[in-house]
């Protein structure tokens, strides 16, 4: 296989890049110094592309705007009119923390600057000689020491994003520019994958799954993210493009602009067709990944154009869906399976191949396993001679013709022989919200966090029993799941950005991904710790967790979410929760949190949770919450009995219902209650204060105010108590 990447589409790249590297350094008063002048010295003259790709994001006009903060673009989009507030992030390099953006402006240039220096040095010495490898670890750098600092002409998108929109641009028009073979209805064409089959893939069962389950879900999720990673190395490298031409990738999809070449679509055609060939042969259609091109020129991505792209690309990604694996096309549909050892305990699509298990099986269980032991992972060529102990483990299956070897360190790999390594990628989690994020490696956000004990995941039937009292016995031993994504996703890339540009539609793809990929594994470590993520990314999530736990976990989410999102009404996010005993079937465990999910979409505006059947829109969850403390200290305070409790579950839904009129004596019957089985086993005098007490928390704010959605609160304190 050919893995080679043209040096010099890489050392464009990075010129590209670096352009307004000078910028950065004025802002923290330091003299410039060329950066990595040895591995990527300057023999061409691309200033015209550079200059050309500006005009491109901006328009002919480039004025320079002195701001030295950057602002957000979360509170600029607009699906209903909002009053905006300003919002700045803290010039700081990017972690769990400082994506959020606040109202006061902190953080200091000169701090960041040297920061930054000190942190290139991080970058392997021996990883020099692969300018294409290097790149991709400078990008991550990148990132993250300009992802939270203003381009020089626009003050709501960040260098690093306009840099990057830049050197994408600008390498395809130079590579286009330096072609013979250029296709002539526009310079660019933009490739995009997007992968369908992920739910039934991470969901699929077999006889043997819900013993796994802990790494096996896992497992399936990160070795999806690697299919989306791998997929898009496939086709860079197929193009010869490198690693700064993928403008996007998050939640199974890719944006890639190449060069309008002859020779670049043959090369995706080709691509295409392995991938989806590999799919076939390996995960039988389960899961695939759908590839479409379109051509585009330069004014395509001029501002009074650039939506009219946009939403192309978007339709576009409507139509890879219906096109599985384009199984009349090029790839063999009739595959032949060999069924001789039965079917996989693990997954009953795939047939066995060693003691009972498949190939693809026994790699989830494996991943699983390492993910709580390694942070980083090695793409090789498939044929490499791989050094294997304690310190590296490949996985059994070949990726698209790359071998995946989990490791700890770099060290190791010099252990490895001859071996041409084409990807060094760290996944390592934050242990809490301020910690450095950088280590020296290109970083993807492909790994959740879950719960682990000395260094193994921790297994569900021990998650369940997070809420029993030992000493009591009380307190319901369950999971919950909690499945969620971000409403109106597409309306608010296709409508909600004021003068939309390439450079915002991939900032604000990465900052989306972020929050679930990034602040979620730190806040679940720092303050959930018994939480497992079965996918986070993009603009969706599911975990599961000990039932309250998980609860807590969701309010959370949802308040900080807000803060992320500039506190703008227009984005918010839906999600469902299900309490689970121990044994369900995974594939059933999956289609009830789908359900619960689906329900809280229905509530008008979304922006709305599902737990124990009933859809709430988030604006009452601190009140329900803060109810269920009330119903703990009244019942510890007054006799109140588990009976009188349960009869408070019908009245609530008798308040709910507004078609029978005799539901309205809801009230009588309530009083009634109260006064009968609380108020008078009490001494006289406690009665009058007891008797309002209980009226106003469980008859107005919890009966009358929230009606059937009081019984969240009530089946909580239920499930606490129960033995």
């Known amino acids: 296989m050919n893995h080679s990447i043209s040096e010099k589409s890489c050392h464009i790249a990075f010129q590209a890049l670096t352009s307004q590297l000078s910028i950065f350094a004025q802002r923290a008063n330091a003299e410039h110094k060329s950066i990595a002048s040895h591995i990527f010295p300057i023999a061409h003259d691309i200033s015209t592309f550079i200059q050309k790709a500006e005009q491109l994001l901006l328009g002919q006009t480039i004025k320079n705007t002195p701001k030295q903060h950057l602002s957000t673009l979360f509170e600029n989009i607009e699906l209903e009119n909002h009053k905006s507030l300003a919002h700045f992030y803290p010039i700081q390099a990017v972690n769990s923390d400082t994506i959020f953006p606040r109202k006061q402006k902190e953080g200091h240039y000169d701090k960041l600057w040297q920061d930054f220096l000190a942190g290139l040095n991080k970058i392997p010495k021996s990883h020099e000689k692969k300018p294409d490898l290097w790149l991709d670890h400078f990008d991550t750098a ?70 796994q389950a802990a790494k096996l879900l896992r497992g399936r999720s990160f070795q999806v993210s690697l299919f989306t990673e791998l997929a898009a190395l496939k086709v860079l490298q197929a193009c010869k493009l490198p690693s700064t031409s993928q403008i996007m990738n998050a939640a199974g999809k890719f944006l890639i602009i190449a060069p309008n070449t002859q020779a670049v679509k043959n090369a995706v055609e080709n691509a295409k067709s392995e991938l989806n060939q590999w799919f076939v042969k390996h995960t039988y259609g389960l899961i695939g990944l759908g590839i479409a091109t379109k051509t585009a020129n330069q004014s395509d991505f001029s501002a009074e154009n650039f939506s009219t792209l946009r939403n192309s690309l978007f339709n576009d990604f409507e139509k890879i869906k219906l096109q599985r694996l384009d199984l009349l096309d090029s790839t063999q549909s009739v595959q032949s399976a060999d069924y001789s050892q039965g079917v996989c305990q693990l997954n009953s699509y795939f047939p066995a191949e060693i003691d009972g298990f498949a190939k693809m099986s026994l790699d989830q269980i494996l991943i699983g396993e390492h993910l709580v032991k390694k942070d980083r992972i090695l793409i090789c060529d498939e044929q490499s001679d791989i050094y294997e102990d304690r310190h590296t483990t490949p996985l059994h299956l070949s ?66 029993t997070t809420h029993r009292n030992a000493e009591t016995g009380e307190g319901q031993i369950a999971l919950m799941t909690l499945k969620g994504d971000v409403d109106n996703l597409g309306t608010i890339f296709q409508k909600g950005l004021k003068q939309p540009n390439l450079a915002k539609m991939a900032a604000l793809s990465r900052q989306m991904n972020q929050f679930f990929s990034l602040w979620l594994p730190a806040i679940c470590s720092e303050k959930f710790p018994n939480m497992y993520t079965v996918f986070a990314g993009g603009d969706d999530f599911f975990l599961i967790g000990p039932w309250l736990e998980t609860q807590q976990l969701a309010g959370e989410m949802q308040r900080e979410f807000k803060r992320y999102v500039a506190d703008n009404p227009n984005i918010h996010f839906s999600a469902g929760m299900v309490m689970a005993k121990l044994g369900i079937p995974i594939p059933q465990l999956g289609r009830l949190a789908e359900d619960a ?7 008008e505006g979304k922006n709305a949770f599902t737990i124990y059947q009933q859809s709430v829109p988030w604006s009452k969850w601190t009140s329900l919450m803060a109810l269920g403390e009330d119903i703990e200290r009244l019942a510890e305070k007054y006799p109140i009995s588990t009976a009188y409790l349960y009869a408070l579950i019908q009245f609530a839904d008798l308040a709910a219902d507004t078609q029978h009129i005799e539901s309205t004596m809801w009230r009588s019957r309530f009083y009634y209650k109260t006064s009968r089985y609380v108020v008078d086993k009490l001494p006289k005098d406690q009665r009058q204060k007891a008797l309002e007490e209980i009226s106003t928390s469980f008859g107005n704010i919890g009966i009358e105010t929230h009606k059937s959605a009081f019984k969240i609160p009530l089946f909580n304190y239920f499930y606490q108590i129960r033995k």
């Open 399 to 464: 990726i698209f013709g790359y071998k995946i070897i989990f490791t700890q360190n770099e060290e190791i790999s010099g252990k490895f022989g001859k071996v041409d390594i084409l990807r060094f990628w760290d996944f390592e989690l934050p242990e809490n919200q301020h910690s450095e994020i950088w280590h020296g490696y290109s970083r993807r956000y492909i790994n959740g966090y879950v719960a682990s004990r000395n260094g193994e995941i921790t297994p569900f039937d021990t998650l369940a």
């Open 597 to 603: 999910l689906e329900k809280a979409k229905g509530v």
């Open 142 to 211: 990148y990132q993250i020491f300009t992802g939270n600092i203003p381009s020089a002409y626009a003050s709501d998108i960040s260098l690093y994003d306009y840099s990057k929109a830049i050197a994408t641009l600008a390498t395809a028009l130079y590579l286009y520019d330096q072609t013979n073979d250029k296709e002539e209805n526009g310079e660019f064409l933009l490739i995009q994958g997007d992968f369908f089959g992920i739910q039934d893939f991470i969901f699929s069962g077999g006889s043997e799954t819900n013993k």
